[in-house]
């Protein structure tokens, strides 16, 4: 199985870095909405087919069969091709250390695909899995596990603990963008990013997308205590702790140990 050596996985975050800065902003637009869109469709499937176990009986292989469900989400992204804001805070930022793009380009990608994200999730969210019926009444089974995964997050955890889950969860999405990188092959990519995937969801991290579908998909299903200011505080302090965990500890990190002495083109 061919793959890419991890300075030669650097060289291809800082080109795929600098692609994905430069997009038309449409495109940028149109790929956040599908990733945001496969990253629900993962949760979503995830919540359906976990509901029913009892932690009681299954302990935590009900975590882990969530993770390794959910991982489906950044295997669409990777190679159906999307553009995710979690992936693009490392790979943005190492193109941005590398000199190949602005400050500005940065900020406008993450924006645009910030908003292309949201606008994917919360479709799935109300449209797919409230109005279809596949998050069911309260009562029913995928209403209770999504209620139990949603209140966690927007409810018992506080700030610093979404900000510290987020930083984790995004070292570990990042990873998984990053040793996808290194495959030349789709068995090697969907590999490469499940086992971290798996991961960062049975270690109940926080992913800010995935909460842009879990939070307001409970809200509309009617899961109760969950308001839109517990959503949209999660999601600020998601999106604060995914930005360290994908810049610092996989964009830096891996700029400084790879293209730091690099010599000039």
């Known amino acids: 199985m061919a793959y890419k050596t991890p300075d030669q996985i650097a060289a291809a975050a800082v080109a795929s870095g600098t692609k994905k800065a430069n997009l038309p902003i449409a495109k ?3 790929g956040g909405f599908l990733a945001g869109a496969y990253i629900a469709f993962a949760g979503l499937l995830a919540v359906d087919v976990t509901a029913g176990l009892d932690p009681a ?28 804001l979690t992936g693009n805070m490392a790979l943005v930022p190492i193109a941005l250390l590398s000199r190949e793009v602005g400050a500005a380009l940065l ?20 449209v797919l899995a409230v109005q279809t019926g596949v998050i069911g009444p309260e009562g029913s089974a995928s209403f209770t596990r999504l209620g139990a995964i949603a ?47 798996t991961a960062f969801v ?18 509309w299903a009617g899961v109760p205590g969950i308001g839109w200011g517990d959503i949209v505080g999660n999601w600020v302090f998601a999106f604060l702790g995914n930005a360290v965990g994908g810049g610092l500890f996989v964009a830096l990190a891996y700029w400084f140990l790879y293209l730091r002495d690099r010599p000039a083109d």
Do not use: Q
């Open 202 to 219: 049975a270690l109940g991290f926080d992913h800010v997308v995935a909460n842009m579908f879990f939070l307001p998909a409970a809200h």
């Open 107 to 126: 900020l406008r990608n993450w924006a645009v695909v910030l908003v292309g994200n949201l606008l994917g999730a919360l479709f799935v969210a109300y």
């Open 151 to 197: 209140t966690t997050k927007a409810v018992t955890e506080d700030d610093l603990t979404i900000f510290l889950r987020a930083v984790g969860c995004n070292w570990l999405v990042c990873l998984g963008v990053w040793m996808a990188l290194a495959a030349e092959d789709v068995g090697g990519k969907v590999l490469a990013i499940f086992f971290p995937i």
């Open 28 to 30: 940028m637009l149109v």
């Open 57 to 84: 009986i299954w302990g935590g292989v009900t975590t882990l069969l969530t993770g390794a469900v959910f991982s489906m989400g950044l295997v669409l992204v990777i190679v159906a091709g999307s553009e995710l």
